[in-house]
């Protein structure tokens, strides 16, 4: 059974930093690219960052792109999501989610096969 488990969220003051966790299980690792979402509150949820399988490939998007980081560790099955730079309008649930690509599309929920459960991340002002 493939299963992702995301950690690690908590509550920062903006400016802070915090570094989310994702563990797989139940599938090979480096044969998924893998991705974090986030939903905020009465919001849809958003693609934020993405690591291609092939050659570790990194994508974000423009709101965290500078701030974010997205790195993975095969051996341990984990994708990780560094948060520098804080802001209040980062809060929200974030998911991990792992798939095919980081290809055209990538920041759409459907693009992606299997998801984690969330972790909140709550940014103070």
């Known amino acids: 059974e493939v299963q992702l488990q995301a950690s690690g969220g908590g509550l920062v003051q903006a400016g802070g930093s915090l570094r989310l966790s994702c563990a797989g299980s139940?599938?090979?690792?480096?044969?998924?690219?893998q991705a974090w979402f986030r939903q905020a509150p009465g919001k849809e949820r958003e693609g934020i960052a993405c690591i291609s399988r092939s050659d570790a490939t990194t994508h974000y998007a423009d709101s965290v792109k500078g701030r974010f980081t997205i790195s993975s560790y095969n051996g341990k099955n984990t994708v990780y999501l560094q948060m520098n730079s804080l802001k209040p309008e980062d809060t929200a649930v974030y998911y991990c989610a792992a798939g095919w690509s980081c290809g055209s599309g990538w920041d759409l929920v459907s693009f992606w096969w299997y998801w984690g459960q969330g972790t909140l991340v709550t940014v103070s002002s």
């Open positions: 139940g599938f090979t690792f480096d044969d998924y690219a």
